[in-house]
């Protein structure tokens, strides 16, 4: 398949800039994937779906402010810095704009939120074929521990304004425990506590998987070949109890709702061919999920709605069916019906469920 057959047309209007007042306020998209028909649902229901010991997985990694603010020390020159992966305490990868100004060698200082300076800065050590810089933090033992004071919770570009001190906690998932994401798990933001109360209270059971999500997962894919995309690689753990109650719920026959695609990536990464075990503990994938592809791990799929040419797009559109073509015309599908019923896009927007 080519990256052109995931494109849609969504007017801009329909990109979420907000989050709403209450998370499990937005709407529910219901995908039946053997009937092909959709039901127009609020996220409040989602327990309708559902029934006693049927398992629901969610991704508890917790978003890093990981937007950082600087100036150059010779010149003065603003930069704006991402951080997208740390390779040793003090050293990272990360995207800095201008790109052009931060060539090896260049030292910034760091700035407060509020605009006042600080003592950390950090110097460019090298780049990479991506146009990522390698940065060492000075001036602090560990930048993990500075974020919360320096850095601003990174929303993606296609909200356009700057983070508020609300996004702080919207732009979090409220089980959210493990910091490590670049970008939040987004199909989790639509839990608010009184949800996981009121599946539990159904005997609906709740378990944590944890992925870091990076960049990579977003980003477009730029090649129209789907064989020469490469994903990047993401790191995921999965404890022993969360791997036991995945095994009991296939073998006793109950259903499994993968929350969110970072989730059914991990479970799919960490599933053995042969046996179809899950496999505990820590791990790296690099899975790039499209049509056709055979899932193992998970019998519903709980998502936001995704960019055009994603390769989150892409793995909607294979759980939709086991066929090369019939789940991406069932998603695009249901995608214009989302247009035509106003539905909100993308991360601070509206949810699909494919059972």
């Given at each position: 398949m080519r990256a052109s057959d995931f494109d849609f047309d969504l007017?801009?209007?329909?990109?979420?800039?907000?989050?709403?007042?209450?998370?499990?306020?937005?709407?529910?998209?219901?995908?039946?994937?053997?009937?092909?028909?959709?039901?127009?649902?609020?996220?409040k229901d989602l327990g309708d779906y559902f029934e006693a010991d049927d398992l629901v997985v969610l991704n508890n990694s917790r978003v890093l402010r990981a937007r950082l603010r600087g100036v150059n020390q010779r010149s003065g020159g603003a930069f704006e810095l991402l951080l997208v992966e740390e390779t040793a305490p003090n050293l990272w990868w990360a995207m800095i704009k201008p790109g052009k100004r931060a060539r090896v060698g260049t030292r910034i200082s760091l700035s407060h939120p509020a605009g006042s300076p600080t003592p950390v800065?950090?110097?460019?050590?090298?780049?990479?074929?991506?146009?990522?810089?390698?940065?060492?933090?000075?001036?602090?033992?560990?930048?993990?521990?500075?974020?919360?004071?320096?850095?601003?919770?990174?929303l993606p570009p296609y909200i356009h304004r700057r983070a508020e001190a609300t996004d702080a906690d919207h732009y979090q998932t409220v089980f959210g425990?493990?910091?490590?994401?670049?970008?939040?798990?987004?199909?989790?933001?639509?839990?608010?506590?009184?949800?996981?109360?009121?599946?539990?209270?159904?005997?609906?059971?709740?378990?944590?998987?944890?992925?870091?999500?990076?960049?990579?997962?977003?980003?477009?894919?730029?090649?129209?070949?789907?064989?020469?995309?490469?994903?990047?690689?993401?790191?995921?753990?999965?404890?022993?109890?969360?791997?036991?109650?995945?095994?009991?719920?296939?073998?006793?026959?109950?259903?499994?709702?993968?929350?969110?695609t970072t989730v059914l990536r991990t479970l799919e990464s960490a599933t053995d061919a042969d046996s179809a075990e899950v496999r505990s503990g820590p791990g790296r994938t690099r899975l790039f999920i499209h049509p056709p592809y055979r899932f193992r791990s998970a019998d519903a799929l709980l998502t936001n709605f995704h960019l055009p040419r994603s390769t989150l797009l892409m793995l909607v559109?294979?759980?939709?069916?086991?066929?090369?073509?019939?789940?991406?015309?069932?998603?695009?599908?249901?995608?214009a019906e989302?247009?035509?019923?106003?539905y909100r896009f993308f991360s601070y927007g509206d949810a699909m469920l494919i059972l």
């Open positions: 007017p801009e209007a329909l990109i979420a800039q907000e989050p709403l007042a209450e998370r499990d306020a937005s709407r529910l998209l219901v995908i039946n994937r053997s009937t092909g028909t959709f039901q127009h649902r609020r996220f800065h950090l110097e460019v050590k090298a780049t990479n074929a991506e146009g990522h810089r390698q940065v060492h933090f000075e001036g602090t033992e560990n930048i993990l521990t500075e974020l919360d004071q320096l850095g601003e919770v990174p425990g493990a910091p490590g994401s670049v970008a939040a798990p987004t199909a989790g933001l639509h839990f608010a506590r009184d949800t996981l109360t009121g599946l539990q209270s159904r005997g609906i059971r709740i378990c944590e998987v944890t992925l870091h999500v990076g960049l990579g997962t977003f980003a477009p894919v730029k090649v129209e070949s789907l064989e020469d995309h490469v994903m990047h690689e993401e790191r995921y753990a999965i404890s022993e109890a969360s791997a036991k109650l995945i095994q009991t719920t296939r073998r006793t026959g109950r259903r499994i709702l993968a929350v969110g559109c294979a759980f939709a069916s086991p066929g090369a073509t019939g789940g991406r015309d069932l998603i695009l599908r249901a995608y989302a247009v035509r019923e106003r």
